[in-house]
T-cell receptor
Framework: EPEVTQTPSHQVTQMGQEVILRCVPI?????FYWYRQILGQKVEFLVS????????KSEIFDDQFSVERPDGSNFTLKIRSTKLEDSAMYFC????????????FGEGSWLTVV | GQNIDQPTEMTATEGAIVQINCTYQ??????LFWYQQHAGEAPTFLSY????GLEEKGRFSSFLSRSKGYSYLLLKELQMKDSASYLC?????????????FGGGTRVLVKP
């Protein structure tokens, strides 16, 4: 069964450093997303991406965050200058379309900022 | 905005049935998802409701009442592996980006 894959599974970084989280969405999907989940808290929407541009972003997704689809398969989330409060599990997700199409999640990248 | 409420935790016995309720207050509605999440893992899709009524999928069923802003997930013949968090999520109809808003999740503990 096709799946969303993410790397790395776990990254520890120092505060202020840049981090890039990588994702390979399901191959025929057109919508891509990043969500995050701080330990013990809700899954929160960060950003959605369609047709090579951001279609929506949350208030969490400030200027420190950016997304890119550098080629036909990868979808990346960059955090320019990490803060302690960025420590969370980051989930990439994808869906074939909008509407009733199911959103499939990757296994997550656990980011620890020290 | 969206407000989604579900109980924090439930305990049930192997072989039994458990019903997890979810209520939502939203400015609009375009479908409700249920996901299962084991600790430290990704949410896994279970079911989707956009019209009123019951959707059945094996041991799992999900019900929706849009007029009441209410859904439930029914887990039958509980197995130990069903111990997990169950997340209710509502799709925002105004969102160009197909955004889901999640509830806090209900942790279900299945005991022998």
């Amino acid at each position: 069964e096709p799946e969303v894959t993410q790397t790395p599974s776990h990254q520890v970084t120092q505060m202020g450093q840049e981090v890039i989280l990588r994702c390979v969405p399901i191959s025929n999907h057109l919508y891509f997303y990043w969500y995050r989940q701080i330990l013990g808290q809700k899954v929160e929407f960060l950003v959605s991406f369609y047709n090579n541009e951001i279609s929506e972003k949350s208030e969490i997704f400030d200027d420190q965050f950016s997304v890119e689809r550098p080629d036909g398969s990868n979808f990346t989330l960059k955090i320019r200058s990490t803060k302690l409060e960025d420590s969370a599990m980051y989930f990439c997700a994808s869906s074939l379309g909008a509407g009733r199409n199911t959103i499939y999640f990757g296994e997550g990248s656990w980011l620890t900022v020290v | 905005g969206q407000n989604i409420d579900q109980p924090t935790e439930m305990t049930a016995t192997e072989g039994a049935i458990v019903q997890i309720n979810c209520t939502y207050q939203t400015s609009g509605f375009n479908g409700l998802f249920w996901y299962q999440q084991h600790a430290g893992e990704a949410p896994t899709f279970l079911s989707y409701n956009v019209l009123d009524g019951l959707e059945e999928k094996g041991r799992f069923s999900s019900f929706l009442s849009r007029s009441k802003g209410y859904s439930y997930l029914l887990l039958k013949e509980l197995q130990m592996k069903d111990s997990a968090s169950y997340l209710c999520a509502v799709r925002d109809p105004k969102a160009a980006g197909n955004k889901l808003t999640f509830g806090g999740g209900t942790r279900v503990l299945v005991k022998p």
